[in-house]
């Protein structure tokens, strides 16, 4: 029994140092810098196909966006390629995310308000900034009883989005993901226009284990 206790109280002395070697490597192992030419960058514009007269004007630093008909438009990327540490059979470890301050209710109702933003654009969690339309006011959390509201990024909130729950953060904004070129399509109609837009954009450099780097856009919009 001795010999028994001894052997077991050996063996776990080794799992325990063989641990502290592994996690202390892991600590201070260096990662590569994500991007290939040292500065991750990322170039977003709104594609001539989707919208023949979109243009933009480098003295106001809008987009401008007509409704022609079509009710969307798309916001194409180009992205600087990922160290080959990133890259996973080919897949480079890499998302774009797209939000809006403009929201959409009932196809007649829409206001311009960051209230909760996957990207963080919001004035406050709980939903329950007033928003007037008209004479009536409104506040979001009342609009979500009684139905969703969209945001023209491409997603909703409804009385049965959890707003507080682990996984809620994945829920709003939208994705593209594993590529350098990535694409969006934006929600119009012609009840916006003369409305201004900004739609905010968020690129992870290497979305995984490792030195990562984040970069930050925002495109402002007006529809014409």
């Given at each position: 029994m001795k010999i028994f206790k001894s052997v077991?109280?050996?063996?776990?002395?080794a799992l325990i140092s063989m641990f502290w070697i592994l996690t202390s490597c892991e600590k201070g192992r260096e990662y590569p810098y994500p991007c290939i030419d040292g500065e991750c960058n990322?170039?977003?514009?709104?594609?001539?196909?989707?919208?023949?007269?979109?243009?933009?004007?480098?003295?106001d630093g809008y987009w401008r966006v007509k409704f022609n008909?079509?009710?969307?438009?798309?916001?194409?990327?180009?992205?600087?390629e990922l160290d080959d540490y990133y890259v996973?059979?080919?897949?480079?470890?890499?998302?774009?995310?797209?939000d809006s301050d403009y929201w959409i209710v009932f196809d007649t109702i829409s206001f311009t308000i960051p209230v909760?933003?996957?990207?963080?654009?919001f004035t406050d969690d709980e939903l329950e900034n007033p928003i007037p339309i008209g004479d009536t006011t409104y506040t979001i959390s009342g609009l979500v009883d009684n139905t969703s509201i969209f945001n023209i990024a491409g997603y909703?909130?409804?009385?049965?989005?959890?707003?507080d729950c682990p996984y809620s953060e994945t829920l709003f904004g939208s994705h593209s993901k594993y590529n350098y070129e990535p694409s969006q399509n934006i929600f119009i109609d012609n009840e916006m226009v003369g409305?201004?837009?900004?739609?905010f954009i968020e690129v992870y450099f290497n979305s995984d284990v490792g030195k990562s780097i984040v970069r930050q856009q925002t495109m402002k919009i007006i529809f014409i």
């Open positions: 077991h109280y050996k063996f776990i002395i990322a170039e977003f514009w709104i594609d001539i196909n989707s919208n023949p007269e979109a243009y933009y004007n480098n003295n008909g079509m009710h969307y438009f798309t916001i194409r990327g180009n992205l600087s996973i059979n080919k897949v480079p470890l890499i998302e774009t995310r797209y909760y933003s996957y990207l963080g654009w909703e909130i409804s009385k049965y989005t959890c707003l409305d201004t837009v900004k739609i």
